[in-house]
């Protein structure tokens, strides 16, 4: 099945460039590649050639111990759920009285847990918007 043919004939690449570089230069360039929005080394040379801007992303490893511990949090919080959706299953299976009570204090120690990880959330986002919002 052919490509379809692009809307913008501008934006076509027709045209065949070749050079060489030293080892230095294309590194720099891989460099550049790997940290940017190009997706190759060609693309780099393509954006620098034709003069366009290059987004390069930086990644800030003073976040790394918070992202983690995010992450945790995210992870125990999802176990939480699935905890609260078992003991909610069980409750509406159950019909006798003193089981459904046993359900709903279960259910109420789950949600006390949900309670002391939010408070650790809110901890850590304030701690991370002191950071970022620094002047």
């Given at each position: 099945m052919p490509r379809k043919k692009s809307t913008n004939p501008e934006t076509i690449l027709t045209h065949f460039v070749r050079t060489r570089v030293t080892e230095k230069v294309y590194l720099r360039l891989e460099k550049i590649s790997r940290n940017s929005d190009c997706h190759s080394v060609g693309g780099v040379a393509r954006k620098i050639l034709s003069q366009e801007k290059i987004t390069l992303f930086y990644k800030d490893i003073t976040l790394n111990a918070a992202m983690e511990e995010l992450a945790l949090?995210?992870?125990?919080?999802?176990?939480?759920?699935?905890?609260?959706?078992?003991?909610?299953?069980?409750?509406?299976q159950d019909k006798t009285e003193t089981k459904r009570a046993f359900y709903v204090l279960k259910a109420a120690d789950q949600y006390q847990k949900i309670d002391a990880k939010v408070d650790e959330l809110l901890i850590i986002i304030s701690k991370l918007a002191g950071k970022w919002l620094q002047e």
């Open positions: 949090i995210r992870k125990e919080l999802r176990a939480i759920g699935v905890n609260i959706n078992q003991i909610t299953r069980s409750f509406n």
